[in-house]
């Protein structure tokens, strides 16, 4: 069975550096979407990206955050200066885009920021 | 803003013991209501797309069912392999974002 796939599965990262979290959706899916999850706390939407553009953002997603899908393949989130409370792990799903569809998830990026 | 409450947040069950959970929800538009499961260090794992009132999927020991308002996930004779967080969320009809609860905690002991 096709699924999302996240990479890579643990990063540590010293703050106010830059991160990218890498993911490949299932290849003939439309929508794309990172949510992250803070240990302990409900799952979190950040951002949803379709047709090569960001169709909605939540207040976490400020200017801090970037989304791109460079080669048609890959969705990848970029941090570009990382605060400690952005320690979470960082979940990417695909949505299909046809009403029967759920979005599916990767297993994640459990993000350490030091 | 939608939003959904998950409850009990915790449920310790004996082998073989039912039980439900349950999801209530306040949206503006529902294109589904989805039932996850998800094992620790680990992403979502769909279960079940509810889409009306009155739908109801199952799958092995698990049903869910939906009303106007909420939805119930039974759990019929419970394994420990069941055991997991059981999350629901809402997705409205533009396909935006995913509105998720708390979960609940499922601890089914042998």
């Known amino acids: 069975e096709p699924e999302v796939t996240q990479t890579p599965s643990h990063q540590v990262t010293q703050m106010g550096q830059e991160v990218i979290l890498r993911c490949v959706p299932i290849?003939?899916?439309?929508?794309f979407y990172w949510y992250r999850q803070i240990l302990g706390q409900k799952v979190e939407f950040l951002v949803s990206?379709?047709?090569?553009?960001?169709?909605?953002k939540s207040e976490i997603f400020d200017d801090q955050f970037s989304v791109e899908r460079p080669d048609g393949s890959n969705f990848t989130l970029k941090i570009r200066s990382t605060k400690l409370e952005d320690s979470a792990m960082y979940f990417c799903?695909?949505?299909?885009?046809?009403?029967?569809?759920?979005?599916?998830f990767g297993d994640g990026t459990r993000l350490s920021i030091l | 803003e939608d939003q959904v409450t998950q409850s009990p947040e915790a449920l310790r069950l004996q082998e073989g013991e039912s039980s439900s959970l349950n999801c209530s929800y306040t949206?503006?538009?529902?294109?589904?209501l989805f039932w996850y499961r998800q094992d620790p260090g680990k992403g979502p794992e769909f279960l079940f797309t509810?889409?009306?009132a009155g739908e109801e999927k199952e799958k092995e020991r698990l049903k869910a069912t939906l009303t106007k308002k909420e939805s119930f996930l039974h759990i019929t004779a419970p394994k420990p392999e069941d055991s997991a967080t059981y999350l629901c969320a809402v997705l409205p009809p533009w396909a935006g974002k995913s509105t998720f609860g708390d979960g609940t905690t499922l601890t089914v002991k042998p």
């Open positions: 290849s003939n899916h439309l929508y």
């Open positions: 990206f379709y047709n090569n553009e960001i169709s909605e």
């Open positions: 509810l889409y009306s």
């Open positions: 949206v503006s538009g529902l294109r589904g």
């Open positions: 799903a695909s949505l299909a885009g046809t009403l029967n569809q759920p979005q599916h």
